[in-house]
């Protein structure tokens, strides 16, 4: 069992659609990636985790396998999300601009490279454009070769923040000619994990969560690094949505040392060299913080998915058990 497990090299696809209000249609996405409908594992792939957010009509579905088979997975779930999701009848708070809208693709076992997950997004999008003829793509990250765009660039260079998916005028896709308005604009990309960690806080009122956002995010000054944020109106109250980057050590070396000494940042390798990232607990501490000062509070913190760590450690034991759909079982078992 162990020699079995060290030879494992795992990547992790965070594959988001934009559905939460159809559970039939998320779960029919999620048996796709395993291969049957019993959620019995075909492709040597589990579905650890199914996030779904009504008020933002999105979905996270959690896909890990070896690097080698994690294409088939990925392609086969996306096919089923572009046969059942219509962006013509879509409706939702978060911005979007595809029936699958993301594609990223992280290493999770550290002899894994960037590179390669780049060379299964490439794969990815190639077949899925045989597979969905109507079907466009834009690349980040490693998969955007030579200049590697990050997705927060690509997003503001396409004015995704300003956009639906009913005008992408001015949007031009790397792959695929015509935006189809069924289908949308899926980015697809690879790069060292990024996590969702969204942080709820008691008020209606957007304009205080819009400031703790834009306090927090990393390029402000005294922000978190490797931290986006927007505020978005849910549930009655605000949400702080951070996405939560793994940065190369050496790029924070302009971290406080405040930062350094408390231990705020979880280390990991890939292919011998460590990434950090800001730990849930940071997050969830300073966002408490800066809403105290406005005069509200916190009322609880949605990790979407789980720690890189967490993540391949889950992903090891439902691929040699042969549980494709983990998050069924596991959900089953919590009940």
Same mark, same amino acid.
């Given at each position: ?24 249609? =998320?779960?029919? $996405?999620?048996?796709?990636?395993? &291969? ?20 933002? %009509? ?41 029936? =699958?809208?993301? =594609? ?5 076992? #550290?002899?894994?490279?960037?590179? +390669? ?8 999008? +190639? ?10 793509? !834009?690349? !980040? ?10 997705? $927060? ?5 396409? &004015? ?6 009913? %005008? ?25 994990? $990024? ?36 505020? !978005? ?5 605000? #949400?702080?949505?951070?996405?939560? +980057?793994?940065?190369?050590? *050496? #790029? ?20 011998? #060299? ?9 997050? +969830?501490?300073?966002?408490? *913080?800066?809403?105290?000062?406005? &005069? ?7 990790? $979407? ?18 549980? &494709? ?11």
């Amino acid at each position: 069992m162990a020699s079995s497990r060290l030879a494992l090299r795992l990547a992790a696809c965070l594959l988001n659609i934009s559905e939460a209000r159809n559970q039939c249609i =998320v779960e029919k $996405v999620a048996q796709a990636a395993v &291969g049957n409908k019993q959620g019995q594992m075909e492709t040597q792939a589990t579905v650890l985790n199914i996030f779904s957010d009504y008020d933002y %009509n999105r979905s996270v579905l959690t896909i890990v396998a070896p690097i080698e088979t994690l294409g088939c997975a990925i392609v086969a779930a996306c096919t089923e999300a572009y046969k059942l999701i219509d962006m013509e009848k879509h409706s939702g708070i978060h911005p979007c601009l595809g029936a =699958v809208d993301l =594609v990223p693709i992280y290493p999770l076992s #550290e002899s894994v490279g960037l590179g +390669e997950c780049a060379k299964v997004a490439h794969g990815v999008a +190639e077949r899925l454009t045989h597979a969905v003829p109507e079907c466009s793509m !834009f690349y !980040f990250g490693y998969a955007d070769q030579p200049l590697k765009r990050s997705l $927060v660039q690509r997003r503001k260079e396409s &004015g995704w923040f300003r956009k639906s998916s009913s %005008n992408m005028d001015g949007i031009k896709p790397d792959v695929g000619t015509v935006i189809s308005p069924r289908y949308g604009l899926t980015g697809i990309g690879a790069s060292a994990y $990024v996590m969702n960690c969204n942080v709820t806080i008691n008020t209606q009122d957007l304009a205080i969560g819009q400031r703790i956002a834009r306090a927090i995010r990393g390029a402000s000054v005294g922000g978190l690094q490797g931290i986006q944020a927007m505020a !978005f109106p849910h549930g009655g109250r605000v #949400e702080i949505a951070c996405n939560v +980057e793994s940065l190369k050590e *050496k #790029e924070h070396s302009l971290l406080a040392t405040h930062e350094r000494e408390s231990r705020s940042h979880v280390s990991y390798r890939i292919q011998g #060299e460590s990434y950090q990232y800001v730990s849930p607990s940071t997050i +969830e501490r300073q966002i408490k *913080k800066m809403a105290d000062s406005q &005069g509200v509070t916190t009322v609880g913190t949605a990790l $979407v998915g789980f720690t890189p760590e967490r993540c391949k450690s889950l992903a090891e034991q439902a691929i040699l058990q042969g549980t &494709g759909m983990f998050w069924k079982e596991h959900k089953m078992r919590k009940m």
